[in-house]
């Protein structure tokens, strides 16, 4: 059984879109084992607490330090018998003891295609406002594991999503969310799970049968 523990920051979206691949069959032997939200008034934490699952806040303001949050943090996935991480619309930066205890074993979504409209300060709307103004015919989303610089780590999966006449930054969001993050966010979670993901430098390599 894979453990996961999903960190979040927003509407939570990306996790029923885990949440809802459990249910239907699509993730097999896996299961949510904890949500961990930067925010108290997360939308992900209904939805969390409507699945049964059990949830923790961890508010950066309520550190005087922030390597104690990332210990905490880690403690608390611990407990939770986590073995992979998801940072599903989660807005801040992991600590270094996160990073290194569960090195290859921290995924995250996010909403354009990497490497561009990416990096410190792109997060929520702002890839999609960036996105448009620069004028691209495609965006869409990448999943990746993660590294201590902001969307930095090797790509497991991406899809594209075309522009449209008349889109806004809002419209194109959706359509990413829809067409590119919730599908390619739980494939990426089944590919780790059934241990078909190797890590070889910058590239993942994926492997067409799980290994025996
Ligand atoms: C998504 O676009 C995600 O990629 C971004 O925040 C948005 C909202 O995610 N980082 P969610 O609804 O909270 O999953």
């Not at 990448?142 to 902001?150: D, K, Q």
Request: proline residues 4%; charged residues 20%.
């Amino acid at each position: 059984m894979l453990n996961i523990g999903v960190m979040v920051s927003g509407g939570g979206t990306n996790l029923q879109a885990i949440l809802d691949a459990i249910s239907n069959g699509v993730l097999l032997n896996c299961r949510v084992s904890t949500v961990v939200s930067s925010k108290e008034a997360a939308g992900a934490l209904i939805r969390a607490e409507k699945a049964g699952i059990p949830t923790k806040v961890f508010s950066r303001s309520s550190y005087s330090e922030s390597w104690k949050m990332d210990e905490d943090i880690c403690r608390h996935f611990k407990d939770h018998k986590v073995n992979l991480i998801v940072l599903a619309g989660f807005l801040s930066l992991i600590g270094s003891k996160l990073i290194q205890e569960y090195s290859g074993a921290i995924l995250n979504v996010h909403p354009s295609l990497i490497p561009a409209f990416c990096g410190k300060g792109y997060y929520g709307i702002i890839p999609h406002v960036k996105a448009l103004e620069y004028g691209v015919k495609l965006s869409g989303a990448t999943v990746h594991f993660v590294e201590p610089e902001y969307d930095s780590g090797p790509i497991v999966l991406q899809k594209a999503v075309a522009v449209q006449e008349g889109d806004t930054p809002e419209t194109l969001q959706l359509r990413v969310m829809k067409e590119a993050e919730w599908v390619i966010l739980p494939e990426a979670i089944k590919l780790f799970s059934e241990g078909r993901l190797k890590i070889k430098g910058r590239r993942v390599e994926i492997l067409e049968e799980k290994p025996v």
